[in-house]
């Protein structure tokens, strides 16, 4: 039997996963992530519901949902802007090389289980193992011909995920280096710029607006703030979420918005969260980068996600990326790993994942670390 708190944490995530579905299966996949062409689905596994997305390996879908984007075209991003000019040779080498491996692999064929879409999925407590051996089963005879796919896990935030998968099989391929934030109220009072951050949060002469006070013609806006940010700024590999996405979300309770307003009522950033199982995540972030530097936006949106986090007593998972400035708040580094098995596919592409298993752990891994990304 379940203690009653942890039936609970259960019936909020299942929830959310039905919230998932309802969404996802109702409407056309390109008016919610552009770039996302994926089969949205959910397992139903007694008390454990899990979101899903099927890549064909047909289209070249946004790292969320592709393992070819996330371990080829973004890597190759990743190596060319972070990289010095001798090692980024030798590594785009490299990427080229196991690209056209992975391609012919056919690693795009993947189901991944409990895949929000997002750029970090959050797990429920793993109360029970059989629960999960169902579920890969049942991706399996509902997919034979696809690897199975777990993203966004963490030896900090999902131990038990990880110790189970690795006893099922699976092999784990790191992806990112993540920053956790568990400890927060310490943490304002250890770091300077933390507290310069939450002192503008107070002092800043824009307006804040709070989830409650999102109107229907802010979507649009929330969309091409997060477009400038994440798309134009960052890469065009990352999804392209739509103002039908936004509103859906919100609307459903699986997002909440806090923003940042000007005098003329111009919506000019916004932080979008994404909270279950004591986690917070920020996947939609955007703000006017035509705007001064000065007036700190990014770091109000932060601030606001901190805030929220020590109101609500969360740990907050600020994903990857601009990792000087989570790590002078405090930050943790944490290393991401996907975990697939693929036990019952072709050699060719088992012979891929082990070779990118290997790659990304004795490569990868040193230099996220080196870089910190």
């Given amino acids: 039997m379940m203690p009653a708190d942890q039936h609970q944490t259960a019936n909020e995530f299942a929830a959310s996963a039905e919230k998932f579905a309802q969404i996802h299966t109702a409407t056309a996949q390109a008016r919610l992530i552009c770039n996302v062409h994926a089969e949205m689905d959910v397992l139903r ?169 999102i109107q229907p013609h802010d979507y649009a806006r929330i969309a091409e703030l997060y477009k400038q940010l994440y798309l134009d700024k960052y890469s065009r590999l990352n999804p392209e979420y739509t103002a039908d996405f936004m509103q859906a979300w919100h609307t459903a309770g699986l997002l909440h918005f806090y923003g940042f ?47 929220h986090a020590m109101k609500h007593k969360l740990i907050v998972n600020l994903s990857a990326g601009a990792a000087h400035f989570k790590r002078l708040r405090g930050g943790k580094a944490a290393i991401e790993y996907s975990a697939v098995w693929a036990a019952h596919l072709p050699l060719r592409t088992r012979a891929a994942i082990t070779c990118l298993s290997w790659l990304t752990t004795r490569i990868g891994i040193p230099v996220m670390k080196k870089y910190q990304l």
């Fill in 45 to 213: 596994l007694d008390d454990l519901v899990l979101p899903v997305t099927v890549n064909s390996g047909q289209y070249k879908d946004a790292w969320v949902c592709s393992p070819l984007t996330t371990y080829w075209r973004y890597a190759q991003e990743e190596v060319s802007r972070y990289t010095h000019v001798v090692g980024r040779f030798l590594f785009l080498s490299i990427c080229h090389v196991y690209g056209y491996l992975l391609r012919f692999s056919g690693i795009d064929r993947a189901v991944t289980i409990n895949n929000w879409a997002l750029s970090t999925n959050i797990y429920p407590a793993l109360q029970d193992k059989a629960a999960l051996r169902q579920a890969i089963a049942s991706a399996r005879d509902k997919w034979p011909g696809h690897g199975i796919w777990l993203r966004s896990l963490t030896q900090e935030l999902n131990a038990d995920w990880l110790l189970a998968l690795r006893e099922h099989g699976f092999m784990l391929i790191p992806s990112r280096q993540v920053y956790l934030f568990d400890d927060l109220a310490n943490s304002v009072k250890q770091h300077a710029n933390l507290q310069r951050d939450m002192h503008l949060l107070k002092a800043t002469t824009l307006s804040r607006v709070s989830d409650s006070d």
């Fill in 261 to 307: 307003k000007s005098a003329d009522g111009v919506l000019q950033a916004i932080v979008g969260l994404f909270q279950l199982q004591g986690v917070v995540t920020a996947p939609i972030v955007g703000y006017n980068t035509a705007l001064p530097r000065e007036l700190g936006l990014y770091r109000l949106l932060m601030a606001a996600v901190f805030e």
